[in-house]
């Protein structure tokens, strides 16, 4: 017999939104109950309704008039919009999935504490760069606890770059900063994003260093290496296009993901990952759920 899906609802009819509709929509364990925003004539909107996907010009208003709609709540807005829908969400008894950089929640490195993250009622995916370094500067962490200083350069396309994304680098850099030191205990870590401009779109690339007295660089490949094979299963883009090296007494490593050009194009890995953690995470729910049923 066909499981019942867990049905949920996306607010923000953005990029991102959209990209997680074609996610949820492939998903065996999702199913989109609502999709809400402010504006009809969007052209998120416009692909939601082509698809059949109920739709909503009310944005949260819509969920709270129907909360029965549905279990899961993604939030694809923004940092400053979040902080108003959280209280909503809570209320309401949605398990939310921020993707905004709101820092509202449990923040969420799927591959580290996923399973911790399904008892919170709000769950913080960080930011686009958040998921793609914050996993391998833990895999620093856990073989070499004393590292000093954790740098991050994330460069993606300026196209993949939206008016969401725009208005939320501050809250980018220091959350994707906070995320670096909460998950790995470094006395100090620094975030820079560059939105590239070249033509053709570049794909997604960041780069991570690491002060580190005496690196085993053995072990250090070791544990990039199995972090990259773990987070592949569920973004399956992201590639480790460098592996860790030590010259000038820092340890540099680089990790590239190209998207799975559902919505979006393939360059716009930055966006991909942070839809892929999500509908990641929504499943891990559903499937936890059902399980729960069962016993």
């Given at each position: 017999m066909t499981p019942v899906k867990t049905k949920v609802a996306i607010i923000g009819t953005g990029n991102i939104g959209a990209d997680l509709l074609v996610k949820i929509r492939r998903s065996p364990l999702l199913e989109c109950a609502l999709f809400m925003?402010?504006?009809?004539?969007?052209?998120g909107m416009r692909f939601a309704a082509s698809l059949g996907t109920?739709?909503?010009?009310?944005?949260?208003?819509?969920?709270?008039?129907?909360?029965?709609?549905?279990?899961?709540?993604?939030?694809?807005t923004s940092a400053s919009i979040h902080?108003?829908?959280?209280?909503?969400?809570?209320?309401?008894?949605?398990?939310?999935?921020?993707?905004?950089?709101?820092?509202?929640?449990?923040?969420?490195?799927?591959?580290?504490?996923?399973?911790?993250?399904?008892?919170?009622?709000?769950?913080?995916?960080v930011t686009c760069g958040g998921q793609a370094t914050v996993p391998l500067a833990y895999a620093i962490s856990q073989v070499h606890p004393d590292v000093q200083y954790i740098e991050v350069v994330a460069s993606i396309a300026s196209r993949s770059a939206g008016p969401g994304t725009r208005a939320n680098i501050d809250e980018f850099t220091q959350t994707t900063k906070d995320a670096i030191l909460h998950f790995t205990g470094v006395p100090k870590a620094k975030t820079i994003?560059?939105?590239?401009?070249?033509?053709?779109?570049?794909?997604?690339?960041?780069?991570?260093?690491?002060?580190?007295?005496?690196p085993d660089m053995e072990a250090l490949r070791?544990?990039?290496?199995?972090?990259?094979?773990?987070?592949?299963?569920?973004?399956?883009?992201?590639?480790?296009?460098?592996?860790?090296?030590?010259?000038?007494?820092?340890?540099?490593?680089?990790?590239?993901?190209?998207?799975?050009?559902?919505?979006l194009p393939p360059y716009s890995g930055n966006?991909?990952?942070i839809t892929c953690a999500a509908v990641h995470i929504a499943e891990m729910f559903a499937r936890k759920k059902q399980e729960s049923a069962h016993e």
């Open positions: 925003g402010r504006n009809l004539d969007s052209p109920p739709i909503s010009d009310q944005s949260i208003s819509a969920l709270a008039e129907d909360p029965d709609c549905c279990e899961i709540v993604f939030d694809a902080l108003q829908h959280a209280p909503v969400l809570k209320a309401l008894g949605k398990f939310a999935i921020d993707l905004t950089p709101s820092k509202t929640g449990c923040m969420c490195i799927p591959v580290i504490n996923a399973e911790a993250c399904l008892e919170e009622p709000n769950v913080n995916l994003i560059i939105l590239n401009p070249a033509e053709p779109p570049i794909l997604m690339r960041n780069t991570i260093y690491a002060l580190i007295p005496n070791l544990s990039v290496k199995q972090m990259e094979k773990r987070i592949q299963k569920y973004v399956p883009g992201y590639q480790v296009i460098m592996e860790p090296v030590f010259e000038n007494g820092r340890v540099t490593t680089m990790v590239q993901v190209t998207g799975l050009g559902d919505y966006l991909d990952i």
